[in-house]
T-cell receptor, first 115, second 116 residues
Framework: DTGVSQDPRHKITKRGQNVTFRCDPISEHNRLYWYRQTLGQGPEFLTYFQNEAQLEKSRLLSDRFSAERPKGSFSTLEIQRTEQGDSAMYLC?????????????FGPGTRLTVT | AQTVTQSQPEMSVQEAETVTLSCTYDTSESDYYLFWYKQPPSRQMILVIRQEAYKQQNATENRFSVNFQKAAKSFSLKISDSQLGDAAMYFCAYRRDTGTASKLTFGTGTRLQVTL
């Protein structure tokens, strides 16, 4: 197993454009999480899935953000009408989901720059 | 809402020495987990150590140990025999242990520099 992968690693877009990121979790991990990390800050929770069900969304996830995990495997995070404030590192993590203390394995992140 | 505070933006330690990173948190819950994550430059975040709140014994993982003070809501990380590879951002994180609540709440991080 190669770990959590994210694509693309870097994305530069113009304000107002739509972008979509993909996350491939570790196989057989039931839980998948999205976080956003801005410069000098710790990651902030955006949303998480248990298999294909989206169980929790942060208030940070405005109407312009949508996340899916259609078959309980990979997940996509789409940002519509991007704004400069969306510039950040978007991190994906996955975990087995058996206990509250199970380890979340993080991907390398997608760095978004909105110009 | 739970909050995690790391009051040391940067720390420096000489190779082979010991350093302690501080973390405090605020919660009204009694069941939770605490974590220290390491984020090396341009690399993925990895788990360093985990502590269950119901356990009084402090967690230890090789050169890494914690000092968990539940009443004081304090969770510090001690790195012994520091190595150059320990240089990274270190994040303290909290996770409630109730039902499906599985998100991590992170602090702002401490950048650790290791010098020769």
């Amino acid at each position: 197993d190669t770990g959590v992968s994210q694509d693309p690693r870097h994305k530069i877009t113009k304000r107002g454009q739509n972008v979509t990121f993909r996350c491939d979790p570790i196989s057989e991990h039931n839980r998948l999480y999205w976080y956003r990390q801005t410069l000098g800050q710790g990651p902030e929770f955006l949303t998480y899935f248990q298999n294909e069900a989206q169980l929790e969304k942060s208030r940070l996830l405005s109407d312009r953000f949508s996340a899916e995990r259609p078959k309980g495997s990979f997940s996509t995070l789409e940002i519509q009408r991007t704004e400069q404030g969306d510039s950040a590192m978007y991190l994906c993590a996955s975990s087995v989901g058996q206990t509250g203390g199970d380890e979340q394995y993080f991907g390398p992140g997608t760095r978004l720059t909105v110009t | 809402a739970q909050t995690v505070t790391q009051s040391q933006p940067e720390m420096s330690v000489q190779e082979a020495e010991t350093v302690t990173l501080s973390c405090t948190y605020d919660t009204s819950e009694s069941d939770y987990y605490l974590f220290w994550y390491k984020q090396p430059p341009s690399r993925q975040m990895i788990l360093v150590i985990r502590q269950e709140a119901y356990k009084q014994q402090n967690a230890t993982e090789n050169r890494f140990s914690v000092n968990f003070q539940k009443a004081a809501k304090s969770f510090s990380l001690k790195i012994s025999d520091s190595q150059l590879g320990d240089a990274a951002m270190y994040f303290c994180a909290y996770r409630r242990d109730t039902g499906t609540a599985s998100k991590l709440t992170f602090g702002t991080g401490t950048r650790l520099q290791v010098t020769l």
